[in-house]
């Protein structure tokens, strides 16, 4: 693990991008962790099939928090269809850590992408193998 990358992740932990509600959301799912009590919502809004604007909110460890504000950075002016196929690889790309080996930091970093599918296919619930 490069000190880039966890200074990155906890700069995005501290300050949050994107962090709050959105008045008017198209769409808002929220997820949480039973295991570690860790909570992810999220809000967009979308328009014309491109997401606008996206707001997250929640509670819970700096790898779910910063996980979130990153992946809410990567969406927002993407088409639908694209946010669709951000796999559970490319998120994991985008927080630069190795989290493979942890399945508890795993299941943290994976649920802004969990509550981000199930938004988007307006689902109740997304399986962890649905994030591939």
Known sequence: MTDFYTENLLDHAK??????????ATYSHEEHNPLC???VRMDLLIEDGIIRDV?????????SQASASMLTDEVL?????????ISKDDLLELIGIPLSKNPVRLKCALLSLK???AGLYGVGQV???DLE
Request: proline letters at 3%; hydrophobic letters at 20%; aromatic letters at 6%.
């Open 127 to 129: 399986e962890d193998e």
């Open 15 to 24: 300050h949050p991008h994107n962090f709050g509600t959105l008045e008017g």
């Open 115 to 117: 509550t981000l599918k």
């Open 55 to 63: 707001r997250f909110s929640g509670r819970g460890c700096a790898i």
């Open 37 to 39: 009590g860790d909570r």
């Open 77 to 85: 002016g993407k088409s639908v269809e694209e946010a669709k196929t």
